[in-house]
């Protein structure tokens, strides 16, 4: 689709500016946990899940010497998927500079870290900013354009208002070359709000994860007055508790129609990735079907969706 009329200026609010604020600050706070902590998470299965997921979204879409553009790169769980991808080079961007820190050790290899490896194969660049209240082709127009954009579990934080969401699409469409892609995951708004719908009353989850919505957000979006600022509160244990938005997603849907199950269900058909499956730890030995996910876990992950997008245009020969 056509992003051009997104590229307007925009000027933010000192609310939609504390919010983002309130976010980075959960994540900045997030310490590094030790391998041990990691396989004791309650849960680590959908971990692994997710990091599958990413990884086959990479495989498909990366393309040797690849640029890459990380918007919410976060602590760089994603850099051995990109290495792996043998891309040329790497920009990471995340709010929260606790993040941005524990990514560049990670990128540099650091004599304390659990996982020695060698040293990734790619140049990078890691910059703490608010990707959906900057110019980001103001900071990176010595770098772009880019084959392609990344944004994992991370775009519905641009969500807080019509800028910030418009700031998010047109750093996107300004960064990415023509025929590039936009690869992401994201919770779904429709599995969302029909849990919100069927609970009793305004929060509702399982053993792992919880979603509170104030009454004046629920309203909102039961009036369906604008689909930006519609907000909860996100719980997931051992990993997420901060404010969030609902992405009611019919600019994307188009394009972006698989769920979290119906993307495992296609790829996991396929014996590679069945084999990355098994490799991450999220699937047993057994069959294709004996997957080591609590229902709970997989509760969580059918609140998420997958998405590519490709920037129209003639794509330049690879
Ligand atoms: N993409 C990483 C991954 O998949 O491992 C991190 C995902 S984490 C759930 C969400 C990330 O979004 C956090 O690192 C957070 O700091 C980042 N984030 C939230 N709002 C942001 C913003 N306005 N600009 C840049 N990063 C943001």
């Not at 690849?66 to 990471?92: N, S």
């Not at 719980?235 to 698989?258: G, R, Y």
């Amino acid at each position: 689709r056509k992003w051009s009329s997104l590229g307007e200026s925009s000027s933010f609010d000192d609310e939609s500016t504390r919010k983002a604020r309130k976010v980075a600050d959960h994540y900045s706070a997030r310490s590094n946990q030790t391998l041990e902590e990691r396989e004791a998470s309650p849960i680590i299965h959908l971990k692994k899940l997710n990091n599958w997921i990413k990884s086959v979204l990479i495989q498909r879409y990366a393309h040797k010497g690849d640029a890459v553009l990380d918007l919410a790169c976060g602590k760089g769980g994603d850099l051995i998927k990109w290495d792996k991808a043998q891309i040329g080079y790497y920009v990471g961007v995340d709010i929260a500079e606790g993040s941005i820190r524990d990514c560049r050790t990670r990128y540099n290899g650091d004599a304390d870290q659990q996982q020695r490896r060698k040293k990734f194969s790619f140049p990078a660049r890691l910059i703490c900013a608010d990707c959906y209240g900057t110019r980001l082709d103001e900071y990176l127009s010595n770098d772009a354009p880019f084959d392609i954009c990344s944004c994992q579990f991370a775009l519905h934080y641009s969500w807080s208002t019509e800028a910030r969401a418009r700031r998010a699409l047109a750093n996107i469409s300004a960064l990415l070359q023509p025929g590039g892609y936009f690869i992401g995951t994201m919770p779904d708004a429709n599995v969302i709000i029909k849990k919100l719908r069927d609970a009793e009353g305004l929060t509702f989850g399982n053993s792992v994860y919880w979603i509170s919505f104030d009454e004046e957000y629920a309203q909102k979006k039961f009036r369906r007055s604008s689909p930006f600022g519609i907000q909860y509160k996100f719980h997931l244990e051992d990993a997420v508790d901060c404010p969030e938005w609902v992405v009611p997603f019919n600019d994307f849907k188009s394009l972006a129609e698989e769920n979290s199950h119906a993307f495992v269900d296609e790829y996991l058909k396929m014996p590679e990735f069945t084999e990355l499956m098994r490799r991450l730890g999220a699937l047993g030995d057994g069959n294709q079907d004996r997957s080591t996910l609590s229902q709970d876990e997989w509760d969580v992950a059918y609140l998420y969706l997958t998405f590519v997008l490709q920037k129209g245009g003639e794509s330049s020969a690879r």
